[in-house]
């Protein structure tokens, strides 16, 4: 085997603890993959308390993107800093994993990208929902013909808006943030999945409360603006021709909606949750009823991390799952929406990309 990707992780807030949770789990199963070795925060006293629970080396932020030990920097901040660490990273050699999206910007996602190519370093980011069973089993079922021509899909995501639980949420009303970019990923990159890239969008979009309160934690009470739409519908074509019809909102209280449904010619399916790894893939074919397809594809039982695995897992030279020209082409359909609501256009997605790999089952 050879030697272990080793990782350190700047920002360990809210979602780092998924991170660390798969992190933990590979290695008490004896896969040597991936290694955490230091981690970093703005909040030296949080990182100072992870690093000690961890058993690593608490850095500044500028000492863990320069450290010889470091091999790979997870970037697990907030979106308004992720191109900014990226590009560190990048320019100081080292791989980058980001928290999703990409970059608050389709430009400063465009700059990290060419940056990582140039410089000839690995670039992956979130989600890697995408490499669960739920969603494999179903794209090995399109794959496989079992819903014969794919011609529509439908994606789904109404909240009320993180604001309830996340003690620090005003990130997700700033720009880069919103439903769309938020969850968007987990759903377009799904979608980019299942029926490939995108070539146009249109859109609407409205901004219904200038404000929102935050409901938990020691903030709980405190108002913050709302700069973004709030509520985000649109069309988007495939370049094979199947239209997939998206709504993304935190403006809704409840939904009894499929997060993702897929329909062929002869067939329908129902999607798992893409913000989790797994779940059941339901099938209806012509003439018969809903059954539920056993698990075919994907990582079994899989977390948060998965994606830093499969990219360790890749040969040098060959895209990483999770690479960075899905996730590029993940925000140009997202922000491209965001345009064409705006616009009331339709718009062209300039960008593409290759379908990632499929998973076996594993
Ligand atoms: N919270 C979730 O459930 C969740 C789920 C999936 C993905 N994500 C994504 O993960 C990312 C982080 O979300 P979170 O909920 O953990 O946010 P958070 O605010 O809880 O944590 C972010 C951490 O990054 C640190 N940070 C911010 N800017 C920094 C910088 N320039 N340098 C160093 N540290 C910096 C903050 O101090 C904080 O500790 C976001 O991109 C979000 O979309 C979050």
């Given at each position: 085997m050879g030697q272990p990707l080793r990782v350190g992780i700047v920002g360990v807030g809210a979602i780092s603890g998924q991170y660390l949770t798969t992190f933990a789990r590979l290695a008490s199963e004896g896969s040597d993959t991936v290694r955490l070795v230091a981690v970093a925060d703005l909040d030296e006293i949080r990182a100072a308390a992870v690093a000690a629970e961890q058993g690593v080396r608490a850095l500044t932020v500028d000492e863990l993107i320069k450290d010889p030990e470091v091999d790979l920097v997870l970037n697990l901040t907030i979106p308004a800093a992720h191109a900014e660490i990226a590009l560190q990273a990048i320019a100081a050699g080292k791989a980058v994993y980001g928290e999703k999206p990409l970059a608050a910007t389709l430009e400063d996602a465009r700059a990290v990208v060419d940056a990582a190519r140039a410089a000839g370093v690995a670039l992956g980011c979130a989600p890697d929902t995408v490499l669960g069973t739920g969603v494999q089993t179903a794209r090995k079922a399109i794959d496989d013909g079992v819903i014969g021509a794919p011609i529509a899909a439908t994606a789904t995501m109404m909240t009320p808006g993180h604001e309830r639980w996340h003690p620090n949420p005003d990130f997700y009303y700033q720009p880069g943030g919103g439903p769309l970019l938020d969850m968007g990923p987990y759903y377009v990159t799904t979608l980019v999945t299942l029926l490939g890239p995108v070539v146009s969008v249109v859109g609407a979009a409205s901004h219904t409360r200038a404000t929102r309160e935050i409901g938990s934690g020691p903030r709980a009470g405190t108002v913050i603006p709302v700069d973004v739409d709030t509520h985000v519908t649109g069309v988007l074509r495939h370049a094979s021709g199947a239209l997939s019809t998206l709504v993304m909102s935190f403006d809704s209280v409840a939904t009894r909606a499929s997060e993702i449904e897929v329909h062929g010619q002869t067939g329908s399916l129902i999607v798992p949750?893409?913000?989790?790894?797994d779940g059941d893939v339901q099938l209806h074919e012509l003439g018969g009823a809903w059954r539920t397809l056993p698990p075919s594809a994907g990582y079994r039982d899989a977390g948060r991390g998965y994606g830093i695995a499969d990219l360790a897992a890749t040969p040098p030279g060959v895209p990483a799952r999770t690479n960075g020209d899905v996730a590029y082409h993940v925000l140009d359909i997202m922000t491209s929406l965001l345009a064409a609501s705006a616009t009331g256009t339709t718009v062209a997605v300039e960008s593409t990309c290759e379908r990632p790999a499929a998973v076996p089952l594993a």
């Open positions: 949750d893409p913000n989790t790894f």
